[in-house]
DNA sequence: GTCTTATCTATGTACTTGCATCTATATGTC
DNA sequence: GACATATAGATGCAAGTACATAGATAAGAC
């Protein structure tokens, strides 16, 4: 369990009943952890709630739609979708149940692999896309980029690169 | 809805049939924003995997059970606990059911104000957040401290800090 | 004191998510 | 081809979360 942390110690084990004992993290450390759980579920809950209170959708949503505008007419497996938004198989499953009963997305047998499908965007859910970006940029401006010089997004946004998915 | 955003246009509007035209959010911004978001969802989803995996329960227990530590034998009244946690209030109260049923918490009536209760820590919380921490520990190490600089995290900890909630 | 309004917490109901597993098809082995 | 195994996606059921509202007490207006 610890050893990558052993390791980390840069020193050998003395003996063969040296108890593992990895070095704590610094304080630094735990702090930033917690700073990054706080804020982004606090962020999110604001800027989700104001787009429920404009009358939409879960950002989930949103994120299914750019992704099928980026991919264009060729659409999208549902499994390139659930590795880009990082959902669940039987949460993707569902939410385009959802999407699809509103009309925003359809899915289509995929030629290649009879399993599968393809999910392409439908009218609706162009429309709620560009409809729903004014007020999430708006919220995004509210409650994340008002407290943040733009320099400190980008240096934000170049520690965030570190962390992310490989 | 733009108020706020016209305002940093830093120049009046010229007549009264001009349109609503924000300053539209900076790439980097978006950008930081977005990876605030993904990085954020997916250390929380791997860390959680990793303490469910260990046979613990979720953070959230982790975090009622801290703050209950730190706030000592007097106690917390659900409300501080819901603000400190960013926690609805319903969602607070059944979190307190399940703690309750496995001992962890225990509730007791609060005499200044006979509406509340004070929850206080109880023995299986007690040791139960002793038991998670180690593996809490070594997942922030495994899925986030092992990809930044002690140095990077004060900074990334530094501008979280600007958008914490006030 | 009485009444109105506000606050603290709980809860019925609906919706969403998680887990385990299913069906169908694909791929690999012999 | 026959079989075993793997992969794509759906789904029954349990657990958790959201919304609206309830019940109890408190605080303020008069």
Redesign the interface.
């Known amino acids: 369990?610890?050893l990558?942390?052993y390791v980390k110690l840069e020193m050998p084990a003395k003996s063969g009943y040296t108890p593992v004992m990895?070095r704590?993290?610094?304080d630094?450390?735990?702090?930033?952890?917690a700073?990054?759980?706080?804020?982004?579920?606090?962020?999110?809950?604001r800027v989700e709630a104001d787009l429920k209170t404009a009358g939409y959708p879960p950002?989930a949503w949103y994120d299914v739609l750019l992704e099928l505008k980026r991919a264009g007419a060729g659409g999208l497996r549902p499994q390139e979708l659930q590795a880009r938004m990082?959902l669940a198989q039987y949460n993707l499953s569902r939410l385009l149940d959802r999407m699809e009963g509103q009309g925003c997305v359809a899915r289509r047998p995929c030629p290649e692999d009879r399993r599968g499908q393809i999910v392409v965007m439908a009218p609706q859910g162009r429309q709620l896309l560009k409809r729903m970006w004014?007020?999430y940029?708006?919220a995004?401006?509210?409650h994340?980029?008002?407290?943040?010089r733009?320099e400190?997004?980008?240096?934000?946004?170049r520690?965030?690169?570190?962390?992310?998915?490989r």
Request: charged letters at 15%.
């Open positions: 369990m610890y990558h942390l990895p704590p993290l610094p630094q450390t735990i702090a930033a952890w700073g990054l759980m706080r804020v982004s579920q606090d962020l999110l809950t950002l990082l004014p007020v940029e708006a995004i401006e509210r994340f980029a008002a407290r943040l733009t400190d997004a980008a240096r934000l946004g520690l965030l690169a570190k962390l992310s998915p």
